[in-house]
């Protein structure tokens, strides 16, 4: 059974730090791209970051830019996003995203996801 299950969220001061972390089981994560996710309360949800299988490109939504890094570890089956600067518009359930390409299809797994609160 694949699971990718999310931890690492909670309670931050405004330019605080967290990092999230997203393991994977049941699958081989070097074989999926990863991204985060994240969706605050009557907004849809959006993308915060990805990286491909290696590591070797990585992108960012123009909000978290410069203050959140996307990072995997293939040989723990995790990856990770650490969370700098944090402000209170970060605040969001935030999921994991593991995808595979077959063909000319794909494949999507989606954590169950992590709260982040960002308040004072």
């Known amino acids: 059974q694949v699971q990718l299950v999310e931890s690492g969220g909670g309670l931050v001061r405004p330019g605080g730090s967290l990092r999230l972390s997203c393991t994977a089981s049941?699958?081989?994560?070097?074989?999926?791209?990863l991204s985060w996710h994240r969706q605050a309360p009557g907004k849809e949800r959006e993308l915060v970051a990805g990286?491909?299988?290696?590591?070797?490109?990585?992108t960012y939504g123009e909000s978290v830019k410069g203050r959140f890094t996307i990072s995997r570890d293939n040989a723990k089956n995790t990856g990770y996003l650490q969370m700098n600067s944090l402000k209170p518009e970060d605040t969001a359930e935030y999921y994991c995203?593991?995808?595979?390409?077959?063909?000319?299809?794909?494949?999507?797994?989606w954590g169950q996801g992590t709260q982040v609160t960002v308040s004072s």
């Open positions: 990286i491909t299988r290696l590591g070797g490109v990585t």
């Open positions: 995203k593991a995808r595979r390409f077959s063909d000319s299809s794909y494949y999507d797994y």
């Open positions: 049941g699958l081989d994560l070097s074989r999926y791209e």
